[in-house]
């Protein structure tokens, strides 16, 4: 046996040791009649107080339940119906008469409080943005703040670039939850991953400390459409995120290569 192959067999023995047993265990368990929470690497352990072992169900890692109570890691979620209690996603739950994040309350209406779908995220893919609303009939919520104005009928998650995404509803498109002014949400449109038109204009992402949306000059609003993920064209210019693309012609323009690195190339140039 080779000293590499020797190395390898120690260092993968060590983390089969490591990777196994209660210090990787996660999520609720009964033992010796009690019900207790491991959470962490290498996992801590706690109790729950008061809960009942012969009634307790583990409905996630950090949702569980029993005949009397709803927890939510080892903490009790103050009213909530047992018989009822459900999770939706990420933080969010509910019963019959309320919604809840994470153990906090924040809808008094049960029975129409769900989760904002995101388009990304699917029972076998996880994306970049996770389920950051949830609603009622009367609000839209993230987290536990309520987004201002905000119309839950028409509320839309729209997942934009590597884990940036806009918001809409038939009034208004919002980024970081704040209206962005002069963008009609009732005529959004996504174009690209970095482009966006309403009737009032088209916009770009702007990259950077602090990232934001433009509102770009001069857009041909009729011929402007999609051109790959990162990139848009009307029939004058091409546009990568809120900038114009002097030199690039838009008969021609194509994506090519790593696109995270904006390598693309018309019929006459590499840019």
Known sequence: ???????????????????????????????????????????????????????????????????????????????????????????YSRDKNRGYSCEKLI?????????????????????????????????????????????????????????????YDHRRVYFHDQPLEGADGATFQKVSEFHFTTQQGAWGLALGRETHWERMPDVDLATFTGLGKNHARDKNHVYSGNSVLKKADPNTFQETGNPSVDRSEDTNKTL
């Open 1 to 91: 046996m080779t000293f590499l192959s020797l190395f390898t067999g120690i260092v993968t023995g060590s983390w089969l040791l490591t990777g196994c047993g209660k210090s990787a265990r996660n999520g609720y368990r009964v033992e010796d009649g009690k019900v207790v929470l491991y959470s962490g690497f290498p996992a801590s352990v706690r109790l729950l107080e008061g809960a009942d072992a012969e009634s307790f169900v583990a409905i996630t890692d950090h949702f569980g339940k029993d005949k009397n109570h709803a927890y939510f890691y080892e903490r009790i979620i103050p009213d909530a119906d047992p018989a009822t209690f459900t999770f939706l996603a990420s933080s």
């Open 107 to 167: 809808s008094n209406d049960g029975a129409h409080f769900n989760i904002v779908p995101n388009p990304n995220e699917t029972a076998t893919s996880v994306s970049a943005e996770g389920i950051p609303y949830a609603r009622d009939r009367r609000q839209v919520y993230k987290d536990t703040n309520v987004i201002e104005g905000a119309d839950p009928a028409t509320f839309t998650m729209v997942p934009m670039f590597n884990g940036i995404y806009l918001t």
